[in-house]
């Protein structure tokens, strides 16, 4: 019964900081409030046994992330005004064609995990896996989720490359 009021409650904050990041005007608050959203996050992880994930929590999102996010948010002008032309460079049906693949990619994850139910972490032998939960992440990613997690990789490589095209001025 105290584990449920504590999970509870930590959505409840989880949500709460969700929705105020994405409702704050100043910009830099709204970076803080994802912060907190994540150190909650961590916090759930903790409350259901996943000490390595909610250290990773931390030290990836609410430490890397966020820092990645200010120094985003202090070195972009907010306060100009948005440019009246269109970029005759843009490439709308390009967008449009990667948006569709990439939901086809999604759709293909969604219908290879729903037909092939993931098995358990359980070895050939039928032992099941040794040591902490470091281990069976490891185990369980590299085999049963090796598919999605090459899909995630292409995407974020993908997003990065994105990223740097559109921080170059001249191509």
């Known amino acids: 019964m105290g584990e449920a009021i504590v999970f509870y409650g930590l959505s409840a904050f989880i ?3 969700a929705v105020l990041v994405i409702s704050t005007r100043n910009t830099v608050h709204s970076v803080l409030f994802l912060v907190a959203s994540f150190l909650f996050v961590a916090m759930l992880y903790v409350l259901l046994g996943a000490e390595f994930l909610a250290v990773i929590q931390v030290l990836v999102y609410a430490g890397g992330i966020v820092v990645l996010y200010l120094f985003v948010v202090m070195l972009v002008n907010l306060k100009r005004a948005p440019e009246t032309h ?5 490439q709308t049906r390009l ?3 990667v948006a569709g693949a990439v939901l086809a990619e999604f759709l293909a994850i969604i219908v290879y995990s729903s037909t092939n139910p ?3 972490a359980v ?3 039928g032992e099941v896996i040794e040591g902490g939960n470091v281990e069976q992440v490891g185990w369980l990613l590299y085999t049963n989720y090796l598919i999605p997690f090459e899909l995630a990789s292409i995407l974020l490589l993908v997003a990065m490359v994105g990223a740097i095209v559109l921080a170059q001025r001249e191509l």
């Not at 269109?86 to 843009?90: A, E, F, N, S, T």
Request: glycine share 12%; no cysteine.
């Open 15 to 17: 949500l709460g900081f």
């Open 118 to 120: 993931s098995a358990p």
């Open 86 to 90: 269109q970029d005759p460079r843009r």
């Open 123 to 125: 070895l050939a032998a």
């Open 95 to 97: 967008g449009v064609a």
